[in-house]
């Protein structure tokens, strides 16, 4: 569902005027309502710090001037939507702009850790989002089972399942998921 273009910046305008209120992670904006996430576990940081010390690791190599961060946010204006991927792959530059959000041309990889409390947002909505978005690739890891996703391009037609255990190809980067841990039941 795209929002109009007033609709958005209501939304938008409304969700950076919310006060920081405790266990919630950050705020996203999808089908025209504002979404609180829940902050993360422990383990769910933990992938993402492995995952992106293994993508900065590599990036040097394959894209010399990106980096692999977390803590950003991606907004399409166009789409109506404001999403805080756990980590995405982006030129360093971008970091020095005034904006206040990332716009998806500028990032090559979206990373979403599978939360335990609302999972069929990264299996669904963020699939469709990211997609249309035209962000390229698209992982998915799951700590709940230990599996994941990687989704590619064309509009994630292209999508490989993995195990925790393997070692996946995203794009021209590799990750080692032995490294990475379930949830504690």
Known sequence: MTVNAATYARLREFADQLPQIPGIGHVEIANGQIVLTLSPVRRHELAVVRIGRQLNDQLSRTHPGYVAHAGADLEDIGLGRLRHPDLMVFPESVLEEDAAAMHPA???????????????????DKVRDYATMGIPLYLIVDPRDGTGIVHSQ??????????FGDTVSVGPWRIDTSQLLTYAK
Do not use: C, G, Q, W
């Open 106 to 124: 500028a990032v090559l990889l979206a990373v979403e850790i599978v939360s335990k409390s609302n999972p069929e947002n990264d299996y669904e």
């Open 154 to 163: 064309p509009r994630y037609a292209n999508r490989e399942k993995f195990a």
